[in-house]
């Protein structure tokens, strides 16, 4: 699933191709992908704006079109949105297509979670999926001590409370893991076990992990890719995510897999207590 860099790496390069394109129309080929206002119809809606910024809060795409209208991007598991600056077949999985003005935008997703909503720009933030989120961990308002009062409100494991969207945004399964192992920190404790300092030094991981994940073009195992269609290659800068039974990186010990929060999650026994 893109988590934050694969996000913001996906706005960048969009940002690069498509900005200031207009919609000539739309083919929707799986009407449950894109989801309109109500009571109006998303193609009619969509049809004649341009897209005038990107944007990104958490793991959503927000693409702002003039006059007014936003459509937020939730790729879910396997969504992706990729620009072609000529005319493109469609493929199996393609489940909405942006006739721009010049060039195509395919929006295709294999497991069929993600969605594009169709909003207006005013209330964007209103919506039910993005109202809930925590602050950006990049953003430069957002301070330790606001980690660390949000995560004591918490109370379960902290790998469980960084996964959760309503404490800190865009984090997922591979980026906690990387900044757990950074800070030094068992994914299994209890977020009212974490000292200050513990809480500092995973404030500085979540920032460096993501900042490193964004430089990288986000991380490709499967079905991520930005918006050229290209892989990120943070995969080969992972230290524990995906590593389970491999030798830590730093220690030489053998990597700990559990199932925490559901998902499965990697540690080294030995550099994190
Ligand atoms: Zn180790």
């Known amino acids: 699933m893109p ?3 694969e996000v913001e790496t996906i706005k960048r390069s969009l940002a690069k191709k498509a900005l200031g394109k207009r919609i000539l ?12 206002i109500p009571g109006g119809d998303f193609t009619e809606l969509v049809k004649g704006r ?3 910024s990107f944007a ?6 927000l693409i702002n079109l003039s006059r007014g209208l936003t459509m937020i991007v939730h790729f879910r598991m396997t969504g992706r949105l990729i620009y072609y600056a000529d005319q493109q077949p469609r493929e199996k999985h393609t489940h909405v297509v ?25 209330e964007a933030m209103q919506v039910a999926s993005l109202a809930k989120l925590g602050p950006e961990p990049l953003d430069e308002l957002f301070a330790f001590d606001q980690l660390g009062q949000r ?4 109370k379960s494991t902290i790998k469980a409370s960084l996964l959760d969207q309503k404490v800190i945004a865009g984090l997922g399964n591979i980026y906690a893991d990387e900044a757990l192992f950074r800070a030094g920190i068992q994914p299994g404790r209890r977020t009212e076990s974490l000292k200050v300092s513990e809480i500092i ?18 991380t490709s195992f499967r079905d991520y890719r930005d918006a050229d269609g290209n892989k990120g290659s943070f995969q080969y800068n992972l230290m524990v995510y995906g590593r ?22 990697v540690f080294c026994p030995d550099c994190q207590k």
Do not use: M
């Not at 006739?99 to 993600?114: A, C, P, T, V």
């Open 3 to 5: 988590e934050l860099p």
């Open 25 to 36: 129309d739309v083919g929707i080929f799986w009407p449950p992908a894109a989801v309109s």
């Open 50 to 52: 341009e897209i005038e």
């Open 56 to 61: 990104r809060r958490g793991k959503y795409l």
């Open 98 to 122: 942006f006739y721009l003005d010049q060039g195509e935008l395919h929006y295709s997703d294999i497991r069929k979670f993600g969605r594009i909503q169709l909003v207006s720009t005013s």
């Open 151 to 154: 995560l004591a409100k918490k």
């Open 201 to 218: 030094k995973l404030y500085n991981a979540i920032g460096e992990v993501l900042a490193a994940g964004i430089k990288a073009k986000g």
């Open 244 to 265: 389970g039974g491999l030798e830590c990186i730093v220690c030489g010990q053998k990597l700990e897999r559990q199932k925490i929060a559901g998902r499965t999650t």
